[in-house]
Every structure is written in C-alpha cells, then in structure tokens.
Nanobody, 120 residues
Framework: QVQLVESGGGLVQAGGSLRLSCAVS????????MGWYRQAPGKQRELVAA???????NYADSVKGRFTISRDNAKNTVYLQTNSLKPEDTAVYYC??????????????WGQGTLVTVSS
C-alpha cells in the first residue's frame, strides 16, 4: 500500500508565496516522475509542474517563472514553491507519483489534495 501526504496549502494574499510538500510512503521499489496537478471549482484537473527522477522539470505556461518544482529522492518527497500567487491560482493541488511497485509494474498514485486559496 502506498500513501502520498500533501501539506503546505492555505490562504494567502495575492503576491504571496506557499511551499507545498508531498511525501510518499509505503511499499514500492522506486519513484519515476512526480508532479503537481490542480483543480479549480468547475474546471478540469490540469498539470501544473512535473519532474523526472533525474531532475528535469516542465511547467504549465500559466505558472512558468513563478512556480518551482523540486524533489528529494532520499526522502521520497516532491515540493512546489509557489511565488507571486494570483487569485486564479486558487485550486485544490494534488500530488502525483509514478511508482515502480515491482519489476515491470508501474502505478500512478495520488495524494488527497491540499487547498490553496489566493485572495485579491
């Protein structure tokens, strides 16, 4: 069984910052790509940022230059530093991890979500 536990969400004023964390625990061999998604009310879930095991990252155009994704492979943890937050960044942020659970078997796991609310 695998658990992804997110933390760091909250209420912040426009222009502020938050640092989201997601720790992965449980039974698996290793973690491939990790990422952060978000879902605003009435909208579909969208990719915010992703990072490979080797540290290559990519971002949604809407957050480039403001958000930074990073990971600590030793701690099985991924982070999302969010700066210059805007009201349109308000959403539930979900952590995702692609896990190798046994030789040749990979699964996608999700966290429960953490709410980020940006006030104007």
């Amino acid at each position: 069984q695998v658990q992804l536990v997110e933390s760091g969400g909250g209420l912040v004023q426009a222009g502020g910052s938050l640092r989201l964390s997601c720790a992965v625990s449980g039974s698996f061999l290793d973690i491939n790509d990790m990422g952060w998604y978000r879902q605003a009310p009435g909208k579909q879930r969208e990719l915010v940022a992703a990072i490979t095991r080797g540290g290559r990252s990519n971002y949604a155009d809407s957050v480039k230059g403001r958000f930074t994704i990073s990971r600590d492979n030793a701690k099985n943890t991924v982070y999302l530093q969010t700066n210059s937050l805007k009201p349109e960044d308000t959403a539930v942020y979900y952590c995702n991890a692609n896990l190798r659970v046994r030789i040749g078997r990979y699964v996608d796991a999700w966290g429960q979500g953490t709410l980020v609310t940006v006030s104007s």
